[in-house]
C-alpha cells in the first residue's frame, strides 16, 4: 500500500517560471491538504482541498498560487511566475477524513529552487 | 487564534540519555488533536504520536513518550534512551476540528545526539 506520492521531488526553476507540483494521496483517502515548509521554520498551512472542491485556502498567497484536486488523478500545486521568496519545500498530506484522530500522513515533499 | 511555541530551537544529547522536548500550545477550543513529527536531514515529515484532548492517559510509542499537562496546556516529548538516529528536527503541532482538522505546527527544536 503506498503511501502519499509527491513528485518531482526537487525541482529547480528560473524566476518567472512555472511551477507544478503533484500529489498522489494514499489509497481511498479523499482529504489533501497543502503545506509549505521556509528554511529554518516550520511548516504553514496553505490549502485544503477534497475531490474536485477547495475547502479552505486560507494559507494560500493571494497572487500565483493555485491548487486543484480533480476528480481523477493527483492534486497539483501551481506556481506562476515564481520568485525566490518561493523557494521552500512544500509537503502534501493526506487523510481518509476529517473526524477523531485520524492522522496526517505525509508525502516526501518537493523541494522548490527558484534561481 | 491557535499558536503552538516552541521555545528550545537546539538541543544536544547524550546516546543512551533521555531528551525532553518541549510544547506549549494556546487554543479555547475543548477538543484538539496535539502531534510530534520528525524530520531528519533527508527531510520528510515522520509521524511519532499523538494525543487527544479527551484522553486520559499520556501517549506512548516505544521510546516515544508524550508528557500531556492539560491544564498547563503543554505537550512535551520525551525521547528515552536516545541513539544516533534520533538526531532530527522536531516539530509539535495541533489540530482542531473547528480548524478542518489543519495542522498548525511550531517552529521545530533541532536535536543533536553525540555518541
Known amino acids: 500500500n503506498a503511501g502519499v506520492m509527491q513528485n518531482p521531488r526537487h525541482l529547480v526553476r528560473r524566476r518567472g517560471q512555472e511551477a507544478r507540483l503533484r500529489c498522489s494521496p494514499m489509497?481511498?483517502?479523499?482529504?489533501v491538504y497543502w503545506y509549505r515548509q521556509l528554511p529554518e521554520e516550520g511548516l504553514k498551512f496553505m490549502v485544503y482541498l477534497q475531490k474536485e472542491n477547495i475547502i479552505d485556502e486560507s494559507g494560500m498567497p493571494k497572487e500565483r498560487f493555485s491548487a486543484e484536486f480533480p476528480k481523477e488523478g493527483p492534486s497539483i500545486l501551481r506556481i506562476q511566475q515564481v520568485v525566490r521568496g518561493d523557494s521552500a519545500a512544500y509537503f502534501c498530506a493526506s487523510s481518509s477524513r476529517t473526524s477523531g484522530d485520524n492522522e496526517q500522513f505525509f508525502g516526501p515533499g518537493t523541494r522548490l529552487t527558484v534561481l | 487564534a491557535q499558536k503552538i511555541t516552541q521555545t528550545q530551537p537546539g538541543m544536544f544529547v547524550q546516546e543512551k540519555e533521555a531528551v525532553t522536548l518541549d510544547c506549549t500550545y494556546d487554543?479555547?477550543?475543548?477538543?484538539?488533536?496535539l502531534f510530534w513529527y520528525k524530520q531528519p536531514s533527508s527531510g520528510e515529515m515522520i509521524f511519532l504520536i499523538y494525543?487527544?484532548?479527551?484522553?486520559?492517559q499520556n501517549a506512548t510509542e516505544g521510546r516515544y513518550s508524550l508528557n500531556f499537562q492539560k491544564a498547563r496546556k503543554s505537550a512535551n516529548l520525551v525521547i528515552s534512551a536516545s541513539q544516533l538516529g534520533d538526531s532530527a528536527m522536531y516539530f509539535c503541532a495541533m489540530r482542531r476540528p473547528s480548524n478542518d482538522y489543519k495542522l498548525s505546527f511550531g517552529a521545530g527544536t533541532t536535536v543533536t545526539v553525540r555518541a
Open positions: 489509497k481511498g483517502h479523499s482529504h
Open positions: 494525543q487527544g484532548s479527551y484522553d486520559e
Open positions: 487554543t479555547s477550543d475543548q477538543s484538539y488533536g
